[in-house]
């Protein structure tokens, strides 16, 4: 089909990341846990006005970066203080627990009940556009997030995310090894600076189709 044939693109793209990330691998990438600078790295753009919210703000350091239709940001917790995150925008929205034992915390997804596990180390969490997620946490550890940000009119839909049209659903705390990966690596090079458009808009579009599976 027309729509099976326009995916065959993306997955020559998506061995092209596999490929660039398997020879940062061998090159030695700087460690992906080396703090993020406080600055902000948003080009312009239409996402750079829909970041996750965060209080207090001088809590953490975000470090992001946006392009046409995405944006990442890594957001590394300086304190054990209590944090407050929040979002609600037009974007779809894929949180990534890179690092996070809070003592104390609760999180929500519209149309999901509020989870209060502790342990959200290696954990994912999918926020559909126009879907409000909450979270307060008091960390044990300094935890690392890394969001990413998509806009559903610039990032195509994989066939196995379902048929055109198809709400997408939001998910809590969930596992996926190969998108977990893909995540943390991806970030890892965007704060080194070795970001590369193509790159990225093959992770979007591999990203969006596994979070919804």
């Known amino acids: 089909s027309e729509r099976n044939g326009s995916f065959v693109p993306r997955i020559a793209m ?11 691998d061998k090159e030695g990438e700087q ?3 080396d703090l993020p600078g406080t600055r902000s790295d948003f080009h312009a753009g239409g996402v750079v006005d829909q970041a996750v919210e965060i209080f ?33 925008g037009p974007l779809h929205l894929l949180v990534a627990y890179e690092e996070g034992i809070r003592s104390n915390g609760e999180t929500l997804i519209e149309g ?25 946490q008091e960390p044990r550890t300094r935890g690392r997030i890394v969001y990413f940000y998509f806009d559903p009119a610039k990032t195509p839909l994989a066939p196995s995310a379902g048929p055109a049209g198809t709400a997408l659903a939001p998910r809590l705390f969930f596992e996926d090894n190969t998108l977990w990966e893909t995540a943390v690596k991806m970030a890892a090079l965007i704060e080194n600076g070795a970001e590369n458009r193509q790159y990225c808009e093959a992770l979007g579009v591999v990203q969006i189709g596994r979070a919804h599976v």
């Open 31 to 33: 460690s992906r846990h």
């Open 112 to 136: 999901l009940p509020r989870s209060m596990l502790r342990d959200v180390n290696r954990k994912l969490a999918f926020v559909p556009a126009d879907h409000e997620y909450r979270e307060w």
């Open 14 to 24: 998506l061995r092209s990341v596999n490929q660039h990330l398997r020879a940062e």
């Open 56 to 88: 207090p703000s001088d809590a953490v350091a975000r470090r992001r970066l946006a392009w046409n239709g995405m944006a990442i940001e890594v957001v590394q917790a300086l304190t054990h203080d209590k944090v407050e995150l929040r979002f609600r």
